[in-house]
């Protein structure tokens, strides 16, 4: 028998945060997170995403043993606002057993019911923000810090729930040494030119924190059109900015400016923490402190996180700009490799975006998608 438990205390919580570990323990392949960050992600007075959405974690039990977990979160901004009855759930993790996957499903779609939603979706977070997808594909290729590793057998539990894809993603690499210059040379000066725009390059963190508003101002803008994005409140900027600071490094950021000023497009690139995250173990001390700072000085793997181009200016050249700062960077820096984040598969303006740095998928992942009746 299954019994589910609502994670509300502290202990509970830890629980819910450290089950992935016994579940992936020794795999080469699963990237964990820092167990206090994660723990703060569910901590209401700590997360500003609890101001626009509601959240019930669960724990599952077989003989008192933990088997599984699940998150069921009501995002009301895209409720309300948006008129989407959505029911999402995200950081679902289960062992091998159809009955532990059906209990927690089956206790998602409880809640939405109770809730007047019409469907569930996920595994997704909070917002877009967040990590999205269980994966389908390459689970034989090492994971990011940004996106949820999973079992081979996760599909098929979903399936045989009867949960259908509702959103399908793709994941790229890209050699960045084979990358032809000269293209995005000639490309950056005609644009350039053409639109009276210029790149800049920040030099330190307070320099960044210039641009930052602007570039979650530009983000909304640029992401609008896709399906049921919720815009980021200004609590949850100053959370990011917060959370993530830490592990940007100011040389892989990219912007382009017209010449008002304004900013029309910009690039977030993380140095991969893969690996770094992996020795650390979940915690900074009393050694993962320097594995990270290690990897941010020394990596040779690039995630690029985010990439945003005003409505105005997309197809029409100018993330040449952005290439062209960033293979300048790279050859500096010693990046071989390239690796784009979750993007849904029919967003044609984003292939568009990629389309002469020769990527190449090597994972795939998507959301399900269950109606309640």
């Known amino acids: 028998m299954i019994s589910l438990k609502e994670a509300s205390s502290k202990s509970d919580i830890k629980k819910f945060v450290k089950f992935p570990f016994d579940l992936y323990k020794g795999s080469p392949y699963w990237v964990p997170p820092l167990i206090a960050d994660e723990i703060d992600t569910f901590d209401k007075d700590k997360n500003p995403a609890f101001k626009s959405a509601r959240m019930w974690l669960f724990l599952a039990y077989k003989e008192d043993t933990l088997v599984g977990r699940v998150a069921a979160i ?62 389908t594909e390459g689970f034989e290729s090492l994971g990011t810090m940004v996106t949820w590793y999973n079992h081979p057998y996760y599909q098929s539990h979903y399936e045989k729930m009867g949960l259908r894809v509702e959103k399908e993603y793709v994941e790229n690499t890209m050699p960045t040494q084979s990358a032809d210059p000269a293209f995005f040379v000639r490309i950056n000066k005609l644009v350039k030119k053409r639109y009276s ?7 330190n963190k307070a320099e960044l924190l210039q641009y930052v508003d602007p570039m979650f101002d530009l983000l909304d803008l640029t992401y609008a059109q896709l399906a049921s994005y919720a815009p980021i409140s200004n ?48 915690s900074l001390f009393p050694f993962g402190w320097y594995h990270l700072f290690k990897a ?42 390239g690796i784009r984040t979750p993007e849904l598969s029919d967003n044609t303006a984003a292939r ?16 399900y998608r269950l109606d309640i009746p």
């Open 74 to 135: 009501i995002n009301t901004l895209e409720v309300e606002k948006q008129n989407v009855k959505k029911m999402r759930f995200g950081w679902c993790d289960f062992v091998d057993d159809i009955e532990v996957s059906k209990a927690l499903i089956e206790k998602v779609k409880d809640i939405g019911r109770n809730e007047q939603m019409d469907h569930i979706e996920g595994p997704i977070g909070f917002s877009n923000l967040d990590k999205v997808g269980v994966l």
């Open 197 to 203: 725009l210029r790149e800049v390059n920040v030099k």
């Open 235 to 282: 609590e949850q900027r100053e959370y990011i900015k917060n959370r993530f600071l830490s592990f940007v490094d100011p040389e892989f950021i990219k912007f382009v400016v017209d010449k008002d000023d304004r900013l029309v497009a910009f690039a977030v690139v993380l140095p991969s923490f893969a690996e770094a995250l992996q020795k650390a173990k979940g």
């Open 296 to 337: 941010r000085k020394n990596c040779t793997r690039a995630i690029f996180y985010l990439i945003g181009v005003h409505p105005e200016y997309q197809n029409k050249g100018v993330t040449a700009i952005i290439f062209n700062q960033y293979y300048k960077t790279f050859n500096k820096r010693g990046i071989t490799t």
């Open 352 to 367: 568009q975006i990629w389309k002469h740095v020769q990527p190449t998928v090597h994972k795939r992942r998507c959301t």
